[in-house]
């Protein structure tokens, strides 16, 4: 099977509803309160600091576990395999600090470690993915991987904020993530595409990035208080899909 038509189609059947996300946090942005940016942030710093469980590990684990292997590494880890993990760790943590201080310049407080809240459509999201990646199947643990992050959709339309302190220190804080992240989905979509090997295999694979990509839009509707409805929703990813 072509490779890169495999890793087109997994796009393809993704970015609709990555669209979706980036269309939610747009409207979020164009007429959101401190409050409201205070609640999205509460849940998105959650989101930092839990990555997938079962695919990727919490920060804290990540951490202990990069300390373990440092004694191994040129023995049976490559040091440059290790400082990608460390540079990755880093760049994670950095999404964390710069959300946490936009949280603390609304708030006008010191951020405490119960304001970071997982909302019920998240954690519905975990029990999906972990669901996916616990599976055994390799073609539904790279599902996960693809669909992690949406895109960077949300960043993107954040990064175009401009006006107050608070519209200039987000689209800061969105730059550098989508930096980070605009190409993951492209890397992840190429490592799943060499493990299809039949058609049935495109087929799961398509399935569970979707259902994990739907997932992700409710998650980030209710992220962003709802700026969108149902029947919204699926109109726009309608239109998006046959639109590619």
């Given at each position: 099977?072509?490779?890169?038509?495999?890793?087109?189609?997994?796009?393809?059947?993704?970015?609709?509803?990555?669209?979706?996300?980036?269309?939610?946090?747009?409207?979020?942005?164009?007429?959101?309160?401190?409050?409201?940016?205070?609640?999205?942030?509460?849940?998105?710093?959650?989101?930092?600091?839990?990555?997938?469980?079962?695919?990727?590990?919490?920060?804290?684990?990540?951490?202990?576990?990069?300390?373990?292997?440092?004694?191994?590494?040129?023995?049976?880890?490559?040091?440059?395999?290790?400082?990608?993990?460390?540079?990755?760790?880093?760049?994670?943590?950095?999404?964390?600090?710069?959300?946490?201080?936009?949280?603390?310049?609304?708030?006008?407080?010191?951020?405490?470690?119960?304001?970071?809240?997982?909302?019920?459509?998240?954690?519905?999201?975990?029990?999906?993915?972990?669901?996916?990646?616990?599976?055994?199947?390799?073609?539904?643990?790279?599902?996960?991987?693809?669909?992690?992050?949406?895109?960077?959709?949300?960043?993107?339309?954040?990064?175009?904020?401009?006006?107050?302190?608070?519209?200039?220190?987000?689209?800061?804080?969105?730059?550098?993530?989508?930096?980070?992240?605009?190409?993951?989905?492209?890397?992840?979509?190429?490592?799943?595409?060499?493990?299809?090997?039949?058609?049935?295999?495109?087929?799961r694979m398509i399935g569970a990035v979707v259902?994990?990509?739907?997932?992700?839009?409710?998650?980030?509707?209710?992220?962003?208080?709802?700026?969108?409805?149902?029947?919204?929703?699926?109109?726009?990813?309608?239109?998006?899909?046959?639109?590619?």
């Amino acid at each position: 099977m072509d490779r890169n038509a495999i890793m087109e189609k997994l796009v393809a059947v993704a970015t609709p509803y990555w669209e979706a996300e980036g269309e939610i946090a747009k409207r979020f942005f164009a007429k959101a309160s401190p409050d409201d940016h205070a609640f999205y942030l509460r849940a998105q710093l959650w989101k930092e600091l839990h990555p997938v469980d079962g695919f990727f590990n919490g920060l804290h684990r990540e951490l202990a576990e990069l300390v373990e292997m440092y004694p191994r590494v040129d023995k049976d880890i490559d040091r440059h395999h290790y400082h990608f993990l460390l540079m990755q760790l880093t760049q994670e943590f950095n999404h964390y600090v710069l959300l946490a201080d936009i949280f603390e310049h609304v708030c006008g407080r010191k951020i405490r470690p119960e304001d970071t809240i997982q909302l019920p459509e998240e954690k519905k999201l975990g029990d999906l993915r972990r669901g996916y990646a616990r599976s055994g199947s390799e073609i539904d643990r790279m599902a996960v991987a693809v669909t992690e992050g949406g895109g960077a959709r949300l960043f993107r339309e954040g990064a175009k904020l401009k006006g107050d302190r608070l519209a200039e220190m987000t689209a800061k804080a969105m730059q550098t993530i989508y930096d980070d992240e605009q190409d993951h989905y492209v890397e992840q979509a190429k490592a799943a595409a060499e493990l299809v090997r039949s058609n049935a295999d495109l087929e799961r694979m398509i399935g569970a990035v979707v259902a994990i990509s739907r997932q992700r839009v409710a998650m980030r509707n209710e992220m962003f208080r709802m700026p969108m409805t149902e029947a919204e929703l699926e109109a726009f990813i309608a239109a998006q899909s046959k639109a590619a």
